[in-house]
């Protein structure tokens, strides 16, 4: 990790571990001084991310049964890498100054294990607040395809669940789920709101980025699996 620089750090993070983690990320180095509110905005948009393993492995093989996720873990990473590109600063902006590292002690220990406890408070209680919110969406009349959606809207990890027990064709359903996905739902917004607190990025212009990516990550499922699937 001492060859890479926070920045880095905090992209590949957000990139291997899924939501929420690049908001951390980029929310903890805001805070540090170690980028600017400016950059953190822009980081948060494409580093925080639906990890590999769960667009492989849950959507992908459990949800979909699609053996071959790689093409399709391209078209949901691809957008966001294109972001990166177009958006994310070549040095951090104003060179803002990184705060002093604390060493090692009972009292740095502390504050770490706090913060994680306070974080993991936050996520648990999103998740709690959008499952009961699911549960609810399931009594409406609705056409269940509509419903199934409504559910990813709410709840990604519920609504791709759904639609791959509808046994929907995978040019209808892999294009929604990895769409999805891409967004987040509603709980991960809620869960990066949470832990973006503090640290003056704001929720909304994420939210309406990350809505772009997935339905350009659903463009770009569909039209592989169209063209080449």
């Not at 291997?16 to 983690?21: N, R, V």
């Not at 093989?61 to 949901?76: D, F, K, T, Y």
């Not at 990166?84 to 100054?97: D, G, Q, R, S």
Request: hydrophobic share 45%; net charge positive.
């Amino acid at each position: 990790m001492n060859h890479f620089s926070p920045r880095t750090c905090g992209i590949l993070m957000g990139f291997l571990c899924g939501y929420p983690m690049g908001a951390i990320w980029a929310s903890s180095l805001v805070k540090s001084g170690r980028i600017s509110v400016s950059e953190g905005q822009k980081m948060v948009i494409f580093c925080n991310q639906p990890s590999p393993m769960f667009l492989i492995g849950y959507i992908g093989i459990q949800c979909l049964g699609i053996s071959r996720g790689l093409p399709l873990l391209v078209c949901a990473l691809l957008p966001a890498f294109l972001a990166a590109l177009l958006i994310l600063p070549k040095a951090p902006e104003n060179a803002p100054t990184p705060e002093p590292i604390l060493p090692l002690s009972l009292e740095s220990f502390e504050r770490c294990f706090l913060d994680s406890c306070e974080t993991l408070v936050k996520i648990g209680g999103y998740i709690l607040l959008f499952s009961i919110l699911a549960s609810w969406i399931t009594l409406l009349p609705l056409p269940e395809l509509t419903q199934a959606v409504f559910l990813g809207l709410c709840e990604m990890t519920t609504g791709t669940g759904v639609l791959g027990s509808k046994h929907l064709p995978t040019l209808l359903a892999a294009p929604i789920c990895f769409g999805l996905a891409s967004f987040g739902g509603f709980s991960c917004v809620g869960q990066t709101g949470g832990c973006l607190k503090g640290s003056g990025i704001r929720l909304f212009p994420y939210m309406i980025a990350r809505a772009i990516l997935g339905v350009i990550t659903a463009a770009l499922c569909y039209c592989y699996l169209y063209f080449l699937g």
